[in-house]
C-alpha cells in the first residue's frame, strides 16, 4: 500500500500575527464585555464591548477587526458565555439588544476603512486624530443606529422612543471609550502590523 505525500505551503507570519491579535480581541471583548454596570436611564446596561470594536477597528483594521468581532459573535451564538452579563446561545443576539450585537462586525470594519483607508493596515497612532475622532463618531451612529433601530422594530417603539432608551442615556459612556480607545492606540504600547 503505497502513502502519497504533498508538500504543505505554510502561512504567512504576518497572517498568523494578524489571527492570532483577531482571537486574542475576541476573547478580551467575551470576558471584559461580559461585565456589566447597571443603568438605571435604561434596559441596557454599560459595558465594554464597543470599546474593543473600536479598538479592533483602529489596531486590527477593516479584515482582521471584522473577523475578531465575528468571532467573538460566533462563540456567543454557539454557547460560550461571552455577551453582557454572560449570556450565551442565540438569545442575545436576538433579544431587544441584538441590533447592537450584529452592528459591531460592521462599526470595526467602518472605522478600519475610515483609519486605514483600505485594506492596508498604518499605525493607527500616526493617523491624524480628526480622521481618528471621525472614525469613532462614525462607527458609534452606525452601532446606536443599528441597536436602537431594531430594538424600535422588535419591540413596536417609536423611533424616538428608541432614541430616548437605546442610544442617548450612553453617549457619555461612549464617549469615554472613545478616548479610552484614542489613548491605547496612541500610547505607543500597540506595535501595528503591516499586512
Known amino acids: 500500500m503505497a502513502t502519497q505525500q504533498n508538500a504543505v505551503d505554510l502561512v504567512d507570519g504576518d497572517v498568523v500575527r494578524q489571527f492570532a491579535r483577531a482571537a486574542v480581541l475576541a476573547a478580551l471583548i467575551g470576558v471584559l464585555g461580559a461585565i456589566q454596570i447597571p443603568y438605571p436611564l435604561s434596559p441596557a ?15 486590527l483594521g477593516p479584515v482582521w477587526g471584522t473577523a475578531s468581532i465575528t468571532l467573538y459573535l460566533a462563540a456567543g451564538a454557539v454557547g460560550a458565555p461571552v455577551f453582557s452579563g454572560w449570556e450565551a446561545g442565540l438569545g442575545p443576539l436576538l433579544g431587544q439588544t441584538g ?51 431594531y430594538a424600535a422594530w422588535l419591540l413596536a417603539l417609536e423611533p424616538w422612543e428608541a432614541i430616548a432608551v437605546f442610544a442617548l442615556p450612553f453617549i457619555p459612556a461612549e464617549l469615554l471609550k472613545m478616548a479610552a480607545a484614542i489613548a491605547i492606540v496612541t500610547s505607543g504600547r500597540i506595535e501595528p502590523v503591516q499586512s
Not at 446596561?45 to 489596531?59: C, K, N, R
Not at 450584529?102 to 480628526?130: C, E, F, K, M, N
Open 99 to 149: 441590533g447592537f450585537l450584529w452592528s459591531y462586525p460592521l462599526a470595526a470594519g467602518l472605522i478600519g476603512l475610515l483609519v486605514h483607508r483600505g485594506t492596508d493596515l498604518r499605525d493607527p497612532a500616526s493617523v491624524p486624530l480628526p480622521i481618528v475622532v471621525g472614525a469613532l463618531v462614525a462607527g458609534t451612529l452606525l452601532i446606536y443606529t443599528m441597536g436602537a433601530g
Open 45 to 59: 446596561p454599560i459595558t465594554l464591548q464597543v470599546l474593543f470594536v473600536f479598538l479592533a477597528g483602529l489596531v
